[in-house]
């Protein structure tokens, strides 16, 4: 018999072909995945993946049983919106994606300002630029730089983020330089790991170019490049409003303005008017709205001296 919950351990194994990437996917240990699908195979009676040096590869039975397993997740995911629609409570349980530095400057506060009034609600947070699927309730709300053309997404546009060159006071000594645009070809590069193509271009807008330039580290976390810039490694691509905080870093081209990517704030039509997911998602916003003039143009020169802690942006925006 078919049983659902073995169809997501097949699901996730055919989209990261690892055991661990389908643990982490799945919130399992990876023994749990490779269990779970060793019983689907012998209630099955067939092999559904080959092991190879390169990962999981579906074998022709688990492929002729793909497309019927993704028809069973959307209509499972269809019967969790239906029925979630219904939920009037202000309790429980709210899934956000965002980027690491919006959920420090923007998510965390709304959501500690909200448990105060609303102590039995919960809130998962996942943070990173790495794609999260909202129709599938991969999260229930999600904070992007891109706008995703899915019709049964509601995609809310909060403001603007804005993105600037960095550099350390040491390493612009070392390198005799003010400002980007002089040797590029020299400069040592701190980017992200797996960065987006709009990350690329706009370094590339900033003068910066990836290709010309020597790649010195790489990382998936803005605060550990925004270290590695600060502690002389080279120069990065990094938010204003995070960046301008840090003593140890330099905006370089503060004659330009800053690069600004729109934000959206992003649910699945069946589930914006859900009591829990419409406070979450409001709270946000007004948050955003709060701060936005630091979000998209960063901090003052004249207010650098501000500790970059949670809920200090707040205290930068009052006092303009």
């Known amino acids: 018999m078919w049983q659902w919950d073995d169809v997501r351990y097949f699901l996730a194994l055919s989209r990261t072909r690892s055991l661990s990437g389908a643990a982490r996917a799945l919130q399992v240990d990876h023994a749990t995945v490779g269990r779970r699908l060793a019983a689907m195979e012998d209630r099955l009676g067939a092999k559904l993946f080959d092991r190879t040096p390169e990962g999981f590869a579906i074998t022709a039975a688990g492929q002729a049983i793909l497309s019927e397993c993704e028809t069973m997740e959307s209509s499972a995911a269809e019967v969790n919106r239906l029925v979630a629609g219904h939920d009037a409570r202000l309790s429980g349980l709210v899934r956000v994606a965002t980027t690491e530095v919006l959920a420090r400057l923007v998510v965390v506060p709304a959501v500690a300002a909200l448990m105060r009034r609303h102590p039995e609600l919960q809130v998962e947070m996942m943070t990173g630029l790495h794609i999260v699927d909202v129709p599938r309730r991969e999260a229930d709300i999600a904070l992007r730089l891109n706008r995703p053309d899915d019709p049964s997404l509601v995609c809310r546009k909060l403001g603007e983020f804005a993105f600037s060159v960095y550099a350390s006071p040491d390493y612009l000594a070392r390198h005799a330089a003010s400002d980007a645009s002089s040797g590029v070809e020299e400069h040592s590069i701190v980017s992200y790991l797996g960065a987006p193509s709009w990350f690329r271009e ?25 270290k590695a810039v600060a502690d002389g490694i080279g120069i990065g691509f990094l938010a204003c409003a995070q960046a301008d905080l840090e003593p140890a870093l330099r905006r370089l081209n503060r004659d330009q303005p800053p690069v600004r990517r729109p934000v959206w704030l992003i649910t699945h039509q069946d589930l914006r008017r859900i009591a829990k997911i419409r406070l979450v998602s409001n709270a946000i916003a007004e948050t955003f709205a709060r701060i936005a003039p630091v979000l998209r143009n960063g901090i003052r020169a004249g207010e650098r001296g ?9 205290a930068v925006r009052q006092r303009r």
């Open 306 to 314: 501000v500790k970059s802690r949670p809920g200090r942006v707040s």
């Open 202 to 226: 706009a370094l590339g807008a900033s003068r910066v170019t990836l290709g010309a330039s020597h790649e010195a580290l790489f990382s998936n976390s803005p605060f550990v490049q925004m």
